[in-house]
């Protein structure tokens, strides 16, 4: 009996943003197989599964991918409907390449659902839309931690210091105030607007705004927080919204 | 009587791939505001609702932006629960902050229902992730058309045509032949691989892969077509797909 792997997207965490799809994928699996990014109230979903973790921590060092690998096929060689389930949308800096050549390889049928991006989420949480009609065209999400945690020695710098582009970067707090050097550095202004949204949609969401040079400070005095974070900078529509905490290191204007 | 606007977004156009949010909002809504870029069988789910087509078509210059925010207030002030319903998700290329400016200067109580975005949804039927660990560790989104319908004038080639970055571009069919000459001038290998996403999810889905100087060929030569299209280029994973077709003009490999 051939079994069927579902990469489901769990979204930002909160249940009410699960696509249909996913949700009838929980509701239906035999076994789901969750980092430890994804949230309880998203996996309360999957009523019938037995729930396995399986551990990753997106920017830390990962020696299990290929042990990851070898446990998505053991449950589907053995019949049973996998979720393989993702935070944010499964596409995004979240090692799927690796999980959907492994199936393939092993000739075992799947699907892929995609997901509420953690992106969306916090600009939507923020009430700030992600691109501009005149001023922030180009939207751009980096990795703010290579395999090793350190920001990656290979950057675009010409793309990633452009005050006319919204830049996201993903796993980036603690390479940060390294990023904002080198941003500032290569041109952007010091003032140029930044957001860091943590725990987007969970318990214990917080989103702080400040400047490039703001938040490069609060994070070198405060360290990370150990929440998964997003944070932004660019262009950012100024809307206020309760939502947001201002933060003082960044309150230059 | 308050009225309310759930700003929400449609995702790709799948039912399916609706948040539970957004198909709960379509469900309570009073009135529906939709773009002609939703689909049919999205606006089934607001089944009590009136269904006001407002007629935006991206990519096309729109005297309208006024009339929209207008017709929101006017519902809104009316005291109903107004869904202004976007494709994809709300917060990239569609005008969200001039509605939400409009929204919140008339002291009207909102709310932003982030979705599935259609990059996310053409990735995941294509089977080809955004990222890649160590090829792609960038992605950036972009619009090929300004408000005039024209490819925008200031790019940064530096960031777009860089072979390090997986870049999409939104609204792009008819511009896409000019760009990737730009691209090529400014280092982009005419072999870079390029994908073409049209009515994802939806009726009539069609995914064709190629380079992008294949793409930019084909594109020259048939012209747009009448779906909406997201064009892919930059390493993208080499994963065969049933649902991928191979545009023999890009098949210099």
Redesign the interface.
Known sequence: MAGFVSFV?S??G????????A??RLGAADVVLYDDLSSGPVLAMAQRAELVPVGKRAGRPSAKQEAVNALILAHARAGRHVVRLKSG??????????E??AV?GAGIAFE??????SV??A???A???????LTA???????GA??TGKL?S?L?W???A?P??VTVVFMGQRSFPELAAGLIAHGLPPETPAMIAEAVTQHGQRLRRSTVAGLAAALRRDGPSPAPALIFYGPL?E?SDAAVEWLAAGAED
Chains 1, 2 share one sequence.
Do not use: K, W
Not at 127 to 133: A, F, I, K, M, S
């Open positions: 997207s979204g930002p909160d249940p009410e943003l699960l696509t249909r799809r949700a009838d949308d499964a596409g995004m800096f979240g090692r799927l390449e690796e959907l050549a393939r892929i659902v995609p997901g509420v991006s969306n989420a600009a939507a949480v009430g700030v839309p992600l691109t501009r009609r065209r180009r939207v751009q999400y980096l990795t290579d395999v990656p290979e675009n010409a793309a990633i452009d006319h582009a529509a809307i």
